[in-house]
């Protein structure tokens, strides 16, 4: 295998804060598991050696703050997540730009840091919600890890490019944008970077797809959320697709992040491409 360090991130939200079907004024009703869960995935990183990259959600950051600062503390690179998870495409440019200073200014207050990555909720920066790239090139974030090139019933621009490129808008602002990895299979891109696919499909998949575009000379890029290694976690009734992605295999994380962490090395998004942070 060769050198390429591929990046790895962790979408840092609790276990009831990634469905849409919950939103931010009903999150009190639920318990939070995000501290054990925290620990817990600090703890795999840190035994493998691993520094990754913390999308955090801002309602996070100012309830939990010594968590975020555990995080930081411990090497790893602190980004955005937005607010209040809500998707993009459903937030205005204003709104949204509310999300990104507020959570902002949450992270500044405990790492001293402005972020410099992003990543949406639910990879939701599709063709509609492309004004976002605008809102966040003028806050000043250097990437932007939200736009899936695959198909999927919540997200998802097919024909977006596969791997790390700069795009530059209309208004003349520039930011890099880092998709997710996918894989090439006939004419399709496979999803082959972590979330719900990496506990669905056997380990093997995920092998193949990062072998492929290391062999192509191209980081891969995974990401994963904390609660994916939490196996005793509530279940709540949500509509039949959501709770398969959700629920499935959540045993089996750990495992293959072990293997995963074994067959590729890691760094932070920032040092895997080169951003000051
Ligand atoms: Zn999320």
């Not at 009903?26 to 869960?37: A, G, L, S, T």
């Not at 411990?74 to 999300?99: A, C, M, N, V, W």
């Not at 990879?123 to 605008?134: M, Q, R, V």
């Not at 809102?135 to 097919?158: H, K, Q």
Request: proline fraction near 5%; aromatic fraction near 16%.
């Amino acid at each position: 295998m060769n050198n390429i360090k591929s990046a790895f991130s962790v979408d840092f939200e609790d276990w009831y804060q990634g469905f849409e079907v919950i939103p931010v004024d009903k999150w009190e009703d639920y318990p939070p598991r995000i501290e054990r869960n925290c620990r817990k995935i600090l703890e795999i990183l840190s035994n493998h050696n691993i520094r990754a990259t913390f999308f955090v959600l801002g309602y996070l950051a100012e309830i939990f703050p010594r968590l975020i600062e555990a995080i930081h503390n411990e090497g790893h690179e602190i980004g955005s997540h937005g607010y209040s998870h809500t998707q993009i495409f459903r937030l205005t440019p204003e709104k949204f730009g509310d999300e990104i200073k507020r959570t902002n200014d949450a992270i500044v207050k405990i790492t001293g840091k402005r972020p410099i990555g992003f990543r949406a909720p639910i990879f939701s920066i599709i063709e509609e919600s492309l004004w976002a790239i605008d809102v966040l090139a003028e806050n000043g974030f250097l990437y932007d890890s939200s736009i899936y090139p695959t198909i999927n019933y919540r997200y998802g621009i097919v024909k977006a490019e596969r791997f790390y490129h700069q795009i530059e808008t209309e208004r003349g602002n520039k930011i890099a944008e880092i998709p997710v990895t996918t894989s090439k299979f006939l004419n399709l891109n496979v999803p082959v970077g972590g979330g719900a696919y990496f506990r669905i499909w056997p380990y093997g998949v995920t092998r193949w797809g990062f072998r492929q575009v290391l062999r192509d000379g191209q980081p891969g890029v995974f990401y994963m959320h904390p609660w994916e290694i939490d196996t005793d976690q509530p279940r709540i009734k949500l509509p039949l697709r959501l709770s398969f992605t959700h629920y499935t295999n959540l045993h089996s994380t750990e495992r293959k992040l072990d293997r995963l962490f074994n067959d590729f090395s890691f760094s932070t998004m920032a040092e895997v491409f080169g951003f000051e942070y």
